[in-house]
């Protein structure tokens, strides 16, 4: 398994532009599909991204596709998430997870949680 520590939240106004990180320390960083997930106050978290074990397929919530786009960088062991067009809704601590099993949407696929990063975006 890996473990996961996330980066990059913060303010920032509506239609501004964040990217977060997470980074990986393991070796099999690269053998796992990697996701993003969310959880509002008040609200159950939530599926945001993921992204295969190669980078070549991503999958998106409706709410954040075109908007939102996940990357990873397999030699530096670490995800990315470039928020862009934040509105207040995406307001959130933002978790990265690693997906060992077979949904790329399920959390209960997911494990390895970091311990998450707050994106707060002001009207």
């Known amino acids: 398994q890996v473990q996961l520590v996330e980066s990059g939240g913060g303010l920032v106004q509506a239609g501004g532009s964040l990217r977060l990180s997470c980074a990986a320390s393991g070796r099999l960083f690269s053998s796992y599909a990697m996701g993003w997930f969310r959880q509002a106050p008040g609200k159950e978290r939530e599926f945001v991204a993921s992204i295969t074990r190669s980078g070549g397929s991503t999958y998106y919530a409706d709410s954040v596709k075109g908007r939102f786009t996940i990357s990873r960088d397999n030699a530096k062991k670490t995800v990315y998430l470039q928020m862009n067009s934040l509105k207040p809704e995406d307001t959130a601590v933002y978790y990265c997870?690693?997906?060992?099993?077979?949904?790329?949407?399920?959390?209960?696929?997911?494990?390895?949680w970091g311990q998450g990063t707050q994106v707060t975006v002001s009207s």
């Open positions: 997870a690693a997906n060992y099993g077979s949904r790329w949407w399920a959390q209960a696929d997911f494990g390895s």
